[in-house]
């Protein structure tokens, strides 16, 4: 099974941007669609975006100021955000689900088996 690791949250200004990291060890990264979700304080954890079979898909709160890819020879997949704000305070996580070729809800977090620790980010206003 995939083991995952996220890095690069920390404390930004409103405004500023920001690339999340996910490294996966432990299986064959490419058999994986990927996905970001976060958490704020008492909130559910939400979707952001997705990489599932060779399409990016995003949550509504960050649809069109982030960017997920992947690389598959470094066995990684990234999140980049841009413009961010307060609002985007949150626990960030890696997610990953086995591509078996068969339609998944991406954005529902119970559909991926495999999770990070997590990252914190704090954008702050």
């Known amino acids: 099974q995939v083991q995952l690791v996220e890095s690069g949250g920390g404390l930004v200004q409103t405004g500023d941007s920001l690339r999340l990291s996910c490294a996966a060890s432990?299986?064959?990264?490419?058999?994986?669609?990927m996905g970001w979700f976060r958490q704020a304080p008492g909130k559910e954890r939400e979707f952001v975006a997705a990489?599932?079979?060779?399409?990016?898909y995003y949550g509504d709160s960050v649809k069109g100021r982030g960017t997920i890819s992947r690389d598959n020879a470094k066995n990684a997949v990234y999140l980049h955000m841009n413009n961010l704000k307060p609002e985007d305070t949150a626990v960030y996580y890696c997610?990953?689900?086995?591509?078996?070729?068969?339609?998944?809800?991406?954005?529902?977090?119970?559909?991926?088996?495999?999770w990070g620790q997590g990252t914190q980010v704090t954008v702050s206003s």
């Open positions: 997610a990953a689900i086995v591509n078996r070729g068969t339609y998944y809800p991406v954005s529902v977090a119970n559909e991926y088996a495999y």
């Open positions: 432990g299986d064959t990264f490419s058999r994986y669609n």
């Open positions: 990489w599932s079979r060779g399409s990016a």
